[in-house]
Structures are given as structure tokens and as C-alpha cells.
């Protein structure tokens, strides 16, 4: 057996020799005079050789011990140059493959079947939620108690449902990893009963008609209202299209505003369709329009800085702030639309009523809109009046008028007067 002064001493000759310990271990000093531990085995019939550094970074008792841990591993029947490449590979995989880049990875493939809106909103709940957190740990090493504390200092802003959001998106991550032979376990999934509660509120539907007709006036009424707010909240009421579809509306998308027949054409790629139908232009949705839609329409176009948007954000974005919109009376009137247009269905023997936004079975799709279904008089102009001219309890260009010129403030905000 050798000892640690004969590895000092050993004689560098310029040929490469080796220095037998016991058990398979020698020193192999090279020509050049380098010392580097090998270990010689035999597996599965064959002989394989295995490096444990160089002496003297590695000392003749380490070289021992990594040897005797070499044979235990023979004696269970696992090859330990294959073993060593497996813990190389997890070690990079430790060091490299942060939650960070793993969540990046999976939200790439993920976002291919997702809508692009929703794709960015979970990259922005991961981002400003999760990213500073365990942003930068590797993904074997984040264990439960790590993602609880990042959900309670969620839950401790009051946000409990996005809470709960953030911790799917985050089990969502680790089943892929785990998937992709990254992470064993899913600390998300194990926390799940540990959240709080969500506090849903019930918001029942106003059905009494005269219930509904307090809410856009109430809305209007409201102090310090962004003008297109209240625009759009009335738009809601007279289309009875979906929020988000207002909220998004486009000067391009009226037609023949001054003409007999105004239309609003929603292009299928904002409805709420299947992802095919959605690149398919013959799913459009027309929505004809009443003369008081008219109105609030070439209204909003006047007041509207944006050269693409009617109804745009502070600062001309896209969409209306989150916080203004959710002021909207839509949820009322879409109640009562759709109770109406049912009991004319019912009563006609029509297809069933649906918001605007929802769709009909393929079949009936071309055919089907909310003028099907309404009075005649509803989406026409009064006799002797022009489109966006006449006069309502809630609508036509005098209504608007006051609506607006009753907040000049919020123009001179919005940047549409100098």
C-alpha cells in the first residue's frame, strides 16, 4: 500500500508509470509529471477505468475513500462512471436550470395554445409575483415553505384570488420540469390547502327593468369619471356587447355612421371563438346599431386623441385602465338583453338569445345577430331623422353632448382640447 511521502516523492522519469495502492487504486504519473488517482474495475464482464483528481488537490485518504464508495456501488450492481455522469448531470441541471429559466421555457411552449392576452398575463403574474422571490433558485432546491411565504405576502396585499392564480401558474411550472427531468416533486401542489379562502361576492343579475335603468344614469352621475369611461359604459348598455370587446373598439371597425343603416363590425379575432374560428373573417359579428349608439360612437371618435382606438387609456393605450372599466354598467344590461331576447325566442320559436360575444352553433352562425331577435323598432331610425339625430330618455347627440360638455376636465385630461 503506499503511503502520502512516497506520493511526494514519487520520480517523474519522462515516461508515464503508475503507483499501486490496493483494491484497484494506483497514482498514474504522467511524462510530464502530473499525478492523477485512477481506479481500475471490472463491469459487466469489461474493464473500466475512473479518474478522482489529482494529487496532491486530492490526498491519498480521499482517493481511498472515493474508491471504497466506488466498490459499494459495484457490489449493488451500478457502474460508477455512469453514476458520476448522472450526478454531473443533475449538478448542472441544479446550477443552471433556475424557476426563472424553467418558467420562461414552459410559458414559450404553453403560450402556443393560449390567447396571446392571457399568455402575457401570466408572464406579468410571474414576473412581478414569483420572479423576485425564486426567481434565481434552482428548482431542486425551492421546497414548500419557500412558495408558501411567496403566497402569503400575495394574501397579505388582499389578494387572495390572484394568490391562488400565482400558485397554479407555479405548479404548472414544476409538473413541467418535472416532466422535463429537471425537479422530482411539485411544492406548489403540496400547498394548495394550505391558502386562504377566496370571499367570492354573489352579484346577482338585475332583472326589474326599472332596476336597470337607474344603473347608466347612476354611472354618468359619478363624480371624476374618465370620459371614456362613461362612453363606453354607455355603449355597453345600448349594444349589449361584451366589455372587453368595447373596451377595444376601433375606429375602423363602424360603418356608415351617417348612412341608413349604421353597423359596428367586430372582427372574429376579438369574439369569444375558438382559436380557428377566430382567424376565420366569416365568424365576424355585426351588430347594427341604434341611433343612440350613433351618437355615443361619433362622439367618442371626436374626443379620442388615438387614430385607432375610440375608447383609449390615459396616455392613448390600448384599453381602458382596469380600475375605470370595472365602473361599467355592462353586467346589468347584458341581464336584461338576454332575458328579453329569450322570451322573444321562446315566444317566436327563434334560436335562443345570447350577449354579443357569445356564439350560435356553426350552422346558424352567418345568419344569427341581436336584430334578429329584437323589435323592429329598436335598431331604427325615427321617421324624419337621421341616424344618431334623435332624442331618447338615455341616448342621441343632446344626451351625449351634455354627457361630455358636463366634464370638460376630463377632455383636457384626455388631451383631446389644447
Known amino acids: 500500500m503506499l503511503t502520502d511521502v512516497q506520493c511526494r516523492k514519487a520520480v517523474i522519469t519522462g515516461k508515464e508509470h503508475k503507483l499501486h495502492d490496493a483494491l484497484g487504486l494506483y497514482l498514474l504519473i504522467t511524462a510530464s509529471g502530473a499525478k492523477s488517482w485512477r481506479l481500475r474495475y471490472q463491469f459487466a ?20 475513500q472515493l474508491r471504497d464508495e466506488a466498490r459499494a456501488l459495484l457490489a449493488v450492481g451500478t457502474d460508477p462512471s455512469v453514476e458520476r455522469k448522472r450526478q454531473r448531470a443533475t449538478a448542472i441541471a441544479e446550477s443552471l436550470e433556475t424557476f426563472r429559466q424553467v418558467a420562461l421555457a414552459w410559458h414559450k411552449q404553453r403560450a402556443k395554445t393560449l390567447n396571446a392576452r392571457y399568455a402575457t398575463q401570466i408572464l406579468d403574474r410571474l414576473t412581478e409575483n414569483v420572479f423576485p422571490s425564486i426567481g434565481g433558485l434552482p428548482v431542486r432546491q425551492i421546497s414548500a415553505p419557500m412558495v408558501l411565504a411567496l403566497i402569503r405576502s400575495i394574501e397579505a396585499r388582499g389578494a387572495r384570488e390572484m394568490a391562488h392564480r400565482v ?19 411539485d411544492p406548489a401542489a403540496l400547498i394548495r390547502k394550505a391558502l ?23 354611472t354618468e352621475a359619478l363624480p371624476d369619471v374618465y370620459w371614456a369611461t362613461l362612453l363606453a359604459s354607455r355603449l355597453c348598455a345600448l349594444t349589449a356587447a361584451r366589455p372587453g370587446v368595447v373596451r377595444l373598439a376601433e375606429r375602423s371597425e363602424f360603418e356608415d355612421l351617417d348612412g341608413a343603416m349604421p353597423v359596428w363590425r367586430i372582427p372574429a379575432a376579438k369574439m369569444k371563438l375558438t382559436r380557428a374560428r377566430k382567424l376565420d373573417a366569416t365568424y365576424e359579428f355585426i351588430v347594427p346599431l341604434s341611433r343612440q349608439a350613433v351618437s355615443t360612437v361619433m362622439t367618442a371618435m371626436a374626443a379620442s386623441p388615438s387614430a385607432t382606438w375610440i375608447f383609449p387609456g390615459i396616455g392613448d393605450q390600448q384599453a381602458l385602465p382596469a380600475g375605470e372599466a370595472a365602473r361599467s354598467p355592462c353586467a346589468p344590461w347584458l341581464a336584461r338583453e338576454l332575458l328579453d331576447s329569450y322570451e322573444r325566442a321562446r315566444r317566436d320559436r327563434r334560436p335562443n338569445g345570447r350577449s354579443r360575444g357569445d356564439r350560435p352553433d356553426a350552422g346558424a352562425y352567418a345568419g344569427w345577430h341581436r336584430a334578429d ?28 353632448g351634455r354627457l361630455v360638455a358636463g366634464n370638460p376636465a376630463l377632455l383636457t385630461r384626455s388631451g383631446c382640447r389644447s
Request: glycine share 8%.
Open 373 to 400: 331577435l329584437q323589435p323592429p323598432h329598436i335598431y331604427a331610425p325615427a321617421p324624419g331623422n337621421r341616424p344618431g339625430m334623435g332624442r331618447s330618455d338615455h341616448g342621441g347627440v343632446a344626451a351625449t
Open 196 to 218: 386562504e379562502r377566496t370571499d367570492p361576492q354573489l352579484r346577482p343579475a338585475m332583472v326589474r327593468l326599472v332596476d336597470v335603468r337607474a344603473v347608466l344614469p347612476a
Open 167 to 185: 400558485r397554479l401558474h407555479i405548479s404548472d411550472v414544476f409538473v413541467f420540469a418535472i416532466a422535463s427531468g429537471i425537479a422530482e416533486t
Open 45 to 64: 464482464g469489461r474493464e473500466k477505468k475512473l479518474t478522482f483528481g489529482l494529487y496532491p488537490a486530492v490526498p491519498l485518504a480521499r482517493a481511498r
